[in-house]
């Protein structure tokens, strides 16, 4: 890729790499500029590793059989069924437990075994690993039970799972559990307590009344 672009696809409102119309891509177009040893390594990835290629294969043939037409959950359904996964973790926040319980007997009611471990697991104190009282939400009024996303991972590899999810992590803690996850894994919900785990929704009014990034987008 060329090296002095300061262009990404961000910048770009063509998208003619949907449909490889060379005509349309701009002079930036990171595929107009991909390296093409890189690229080719990379399909054989999905040709050769048995693992990522089938789940390649298979998220888009759901996405071409039920685009817009399978909500997330059942989308998430269909995911595990077609990969013919046997058992799936889940870690969940605490505070979502309520929306992982019903998931859980979605998964059940599908004849899928689930294991769930919450972010509290171990509760262990946030002093213990360096976090200040007054950084605390009780403010260091007792004990507050850090997010624990590494032991999360731990417990469901010792579980054997073959297919994880996040249902609502804190942003950092979700990267934690990314980061030491030894199953393939998917993002169910995104914690976002101000717009209702909705946050997209930021994004969609910022234009208007989403008024904190008016000074940002200079509007």
Do not use: W
Not at 6 to 20: E, F, G, N, P, Y
Not at 26 to 54: A, M, R, S, W
Not at 123 to 131: L, Q, R
Not at 200 to 206: M, N
């Amino acid at each position: 890729m060329a090296a002095k672009c300061t262009h990404t696809c961000s910048d770009c409102a063509v998208l003619a790499c949907r449909s490889r119309d060379e005509s349309k891509y701009p002079t930036f177009c990171l595929t107009e500029h991909v390296d093409e040893k890189l690229l080719k390594d990379v399909v054989e990835i999905y040709k050769e590793d048995e693992e990522q290629g089938n789940i390649a294969r298979v998220s888009a043939g759901i996405e071409g059989e039920f685009y817009g037409k399978l909500t997330r959950v059942e989308e998430t359904i269909e995911f595990i069924k077609r990969m013919g996964y046997k058992k799936i973790g889940i870690a969940s926040c605490v505070g979502l437990m309520n929306e992982t319980r019903i998931f859980a007997k979605i998964l059940k009611a599908n004849k899928i075994r689930y294991y769930t471990v919450g972010c509290k697991i171990g509760a262990v104190d946030k002093t213990e690993i360096g976090v200040p009282n007054e950084k605390k939400l009780n403010r260091g009024c007792g004990h507050e039970s850090m997010c624990n996303p590494i032991m999360q991972a731990k417990v469901l590899a010792a579980q054997g799972t073959d297919f994880n999810i996040v249902i609502g992590l804190c942003v950092g803690h979700d990267t934690l559990f990314l980061k030491n996850t030894e199953a393939p894994t998917t993002v169910m919900i995104v914690k976002d307590r101000v717009l209702g785990h909705n946050p997209v929704a930021a994004l969609y009014t910022a234009n208007s009344m989403y008024s904190r990034f008016k000074k940002e987008l200079k509007l």
